[in-house]
C-alpha cells in the first residue's frame, strides 16, 4: 500500500503509511447503513480506540478505490485505521488531539492521494467517545484544477507557456544550475515592425502572424528549452543545457534569420523582423530578475542598434541605463527649474551678405554635467514624450525672442516627429505667435524626414495647416535619409537645408559637389530657398556659392551664440 497521505492541518506533509493487515476483530455493520449509504459521501464512525465501527458503502468504495488490489470490506475499514493511525504526525496531531477531545468540535482533515484519485477525509471528535469521518472523493476538482492551473500557464493563442510557466521553468534552470553546473541562457524577443501590421491589416491578421512566429520558434529549439510568449510581440527562449556561448549565439543568430523570412498570411506576403537581447547564467546572473532584467538591457541595445540584431549582455549596459535614467529624472524637472537656453545661429543670405535669420538651438544647462548637446538629450527626450513640453518651451521663447531682433530677420525651431504626431502643434504656434506679436511669416519650422515617414495624412494635413497661417516649412538635413525626392514632391517646402555631411565633401571629393550641384538645381525648379549647413571655410562658401545655393549657416558665420549676445553680433556684422 502505498498511498500518500496529507495531513492539511500539519501542511501537506506526504508520508509513507506502512502495510495493511487484515483485521478479523473489525465490528458488524448495523442494518440502518443502509440510510447512510445514500449519503454521497462516506461516513465511517471509529469506537474511543480508534477501530471502524460503521463503514457505508460510498466510504468502502472510496476507500477501496484508494486501494485498487484490496478489496473487501475488512481491508478497506481497517485501511482507513491505518492511514490514519499510520501517518507520523497522527499519533500526535491527529488522534492525540481527537483522543483528548470531550467536545463534538475537535476536527482534523487531510488529503490522500494515490494515483489520480483524491480523498477529502475530515475526522469529528465525538464527545470523547469515538470519532466519525467524512470521505469526500475531491479527484474530479483537483484535476479540474490541475487543468486550470496548466491553462493559467499556457498563452490562449499560441498554446506557449507564459511568463509565469517561464518564471518556474527558469527556477528549476536556475536550481539545476546550482546542483549540477549546468549553464542556461535567456534570448529575449521583440519584434520589428510588428505593429504596423497589426494596425494597417487588423488583429486577426496579426493573431496569425504571431502563430506563425511561435511555430517557426519552436522549431529551432531543442526539446529541453522552453518559447514563451510574454507580451504582444515578444517572446522569450530558455535554452538549457548550454555547453558554450556559441551555442547560444548560434540560436540567436537562428532567430534573427529565421522570423525576418516573409510570412505569407490570408494572402498577404508579411516581412517583420526580430531583436534579441541575451543574458547567460551563471556569467551574467544567477538570480531570475536579474536575467531578465539583463537581458532587457541587451535587447534595449540590439534596438538601438539599429534592430534586426542581437546584443549579449555586458555589464557597462547596466551602467549606461542607469546614467539614461539619471538624464531621464534630470530632465523632468529641468523644464520647472530653467534650465534650458536656446542658442541662435545666424543665416547668411548669398546675393547680398544680409543676415536673413537664425536658427533656434536648445542647450541644456545642467547643474553638475554643465552645457549639454541637444544631440545627448533630445532623442531621449523624444524616446519618453518630454519633447513635447520641452518643444513647446522652445517655440515660445524662440518667438519671443524673435520680437527682439531686426524685422527682417526670421527664427526657425527645430520640430520632432513626437511634436507632429501630439496633435497640439499648431495650437501652440498660433498661441506662441499671439502671445509674442511675431508676425507668422517671420516664423520658420524645421522637420526632417522622420516627421513625414510617420501617418503621413496626417502630417502632410498639420503641415498646410501651418502653410496657411503663413509659417515657412523647412526640409532639414536633406540627404541623410533615403527617399528626400520623393518628399519634397510630397509637400512644397520652403527650404532645403542641404546636410553638413555634404558640405564637408565639398573640398576634394567630386560626389559632394554633384550632389551640391543637383539639389540647387532642384531649388531653381521647384522654388526653393537652399541652405547649405556647417560651412566652415572660405573655400566651402565659395564653392557653395558657384554651385547656386541662397543661403548659408555655418561656423564660418558663426556658432550659434546665446539669445543675450545676438543682438550685440548682429549690429556688428560684417560680411
Ligand atoms: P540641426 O537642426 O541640423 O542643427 C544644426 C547643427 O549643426 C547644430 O548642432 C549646430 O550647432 C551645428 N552646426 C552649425 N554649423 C556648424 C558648422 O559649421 N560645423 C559644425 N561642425 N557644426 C555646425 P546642435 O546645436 O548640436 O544641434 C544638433 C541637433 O539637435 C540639431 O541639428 C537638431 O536636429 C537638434 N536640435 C537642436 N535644438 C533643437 C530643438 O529645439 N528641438 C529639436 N526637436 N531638436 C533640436
Ligand atoms: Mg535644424
Ligand atoms: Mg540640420
Not at 485505521?81 to 463534538?104: K, N, P, W, Y
Not at 510581440?233 to 537562428?254: G, K, N, V, W, Y
Not at 501652440?428 to 508676425?439: D, N, P
Not at 561656423?555 to 546665446?562: D, F, G, K, T
Amino acid at each position: 500500500m502505498s498511498a500518500d497521505l496529507h495531513h492539511i492541518g500539519a501542511g501537506s506533509r506526504k508520508v509513507v503509511p506502512p502495510t495493511v493487515r487484515s483485521d478479523p476483530s473489525a465490528a458488524p455493520r448495523l442494518t440502518w447503513n443502509r440510510y447512510l449509504d445514500v449519503i454521497r459521501h462516506g461516513l465511517l464512525m471509529m469506537d474511543a480506540s480508534g477501530r471502524v465501527a460503521i463503514a457505508t458503502g460510498p466510504a468502502e468504495r472510496l476507500l477501496d478505490n484508494m486501494n485498487a488490489e484490496r478489496t473487501g470490506k475488512l481491508s478497506s475499514r481497517r485501511l482507513l485505521h491505518a492511514l490514519c493511525m499510520s501517518v507520523s504526525q497522527s499519533r500526535r496531531e491527529i488522534f492525540q488531539t481527537l483522543r483528548g477531545a470531550r467536545d463534538f468540535q475537535t476536527t482534523a482533515s487531510f488529503e490522500v492521494t494515490r494515483q489520480d484519485h483524491t480523498l477529502h477525509v475530515e475526522i469529528r471528535s465525538v464527545a470523547g467517545e469515538g470519532w466519525v469521518a467524512t470521505l469526500e472523493d475531491v479527484s474530479a476538482r483537483k484535476a479540474s484544477e490541475a487543468r486550470a492551473g496548466e491553462l493559467a500557464r499556457l498563452d490562449p493563442l499560441t498554446g506557449l507557456p507564459n511568463r509565469l510557466l517561464l518564471r518556474e521553468r527558469l527556477a528549476e534552470a536556475l536550481a539545476r544550475l546550482q546542483r549540477t553546473g549546468e549553464a542556461c541562457a535567456l534570448l529575449l524577443i521583440d519584434l520589428d515592425r510588428f505593429k504596423p501590421v497589426n494596425d494597417t491589416l487588423g488583429h486577426p491578421i496579426g493573431d496569425a502572424l504571431l502563430e506563425k512566429v511561435a511555430d517557426r520558434l519552436r522549431s529551432i529549439v531543442k526539446p529541453a528549452d522552453t518559447v514563451a510568449r510574454i507580451g504582444g510581440d515578444e517572446f522569450i527562449i530558455l535554452q538549457t543545457s548550454i555547453r558554450e556561448a556559441a551555442d547560444t549565439q548560434a540560436l540567436a543568430r537562428r532567430i534573427v534569420d529565421l522570423i525576418s523570412r516573409t510570412y505569407m498570411v490570408e494572402g498577404h506576403l508579411l516581412t517583420i523582423g526580430a531583436s534579441v537581447g541575451v543574458a547567460l547564467a551563471p556569467v551574467d546572473g544567477v538570480m531570475a530578475d536579474k536575467l531578465l532584467k539583463n537581458a532587457d538591457l541587451a535587447l534595449y541595445r540590439a534596438k538601438l542598434d539599429g534592430r534586426g540584431t542581437y546584443r549579449f549582455f555586458e555589464p557597462e549596459m547596466d551602467a549606461r541605463m542607469q546614467a539614461r535614467r539619471r538624464l531621464e529624472l534630470d530632465m523632468r524637472q529641468a523644464l520647472a527649474r530653467r534650465e534650458f537656453q536656446l542658442h541662435y545661429q545666424p543665416q547668411l543670405q548669398l546675393d547680398d551678405d544680409r543676415l536673413i535669420g537664425c536658427e533656434a538651438l536648445i542647450r541644456w544647462k545642467h547643474p553638475e554635467h554643465g552645457m549639454i548637446s541637444p544631440l545627448d538629450f533630445i532623442p531621449l527626450a523624444e524616446e519618453i514624450g518630454l519633447i513635447v513640453p520641452i518643444g513647446e518651451w522652445v517655440i515660445r521663447q524662440a518667438c519671443r525672442d524673435a520680437m527682439t531682433w531686426p524685422t527682417g530677420m526670421s527664427v526657425a525651431v527645430n520640430v520632432s516627429p513626437a511634436q507632429f504626431k501630439s496633435d497640439r502643434l499648431v495650437e501652440t504656434i498660433i498661441s506662441a505667435l499671439a502671445s509674442s506679436g511675431l508676425s507668422a511669416k517671420r516664423l520658420e519650422v524645421e522637420i526632417t524626414e522622420g516627421v513625414l515617414l510617420q501617418e503621413s495624412e496626417k502630417t502632410l494635413q498639420t503641415l498646410h495647416r501651418l502653410r496657411e497661417l503663413g509659417v515657412r516649412v523647412s526640409m532639414d538635413d536633406f540627404g541623410t535619409g533615403y527617399s528626400s525626392l520623393s518628399y519634397l514632391r510630397s509637400f512644397p517646402f520652403d527650404k532645403i537645408k542641404i546636410d553638413r555631411s555634404f558640405v564637408k565633401d565639398l573640398s576634394g571629393k567630386p560626389d559632394g559637389d554633384a550632389i551640391i550641384r543637383a539639389i540647387a538645381g532642384l531649388r531653381k525648379s521647384l522654388g526653393m530657398t537652399t541652405v547649405a549647413e556647417g560651412v566652415e571655410t572660405p573655400e566651402q562658401m565659395q564653392r557653395i556659392r558657384d554651385e547656386g545655393c541662397t543661403d548659408v549657416q555655418g561656423y564660418l558665420i558663426s556658432r550659434p551664440i546665446p539669445a543675450d549676445d545676438l543682438l550685440q553680433f548682429i549690429a556688428n556684422y560684417k560680411p
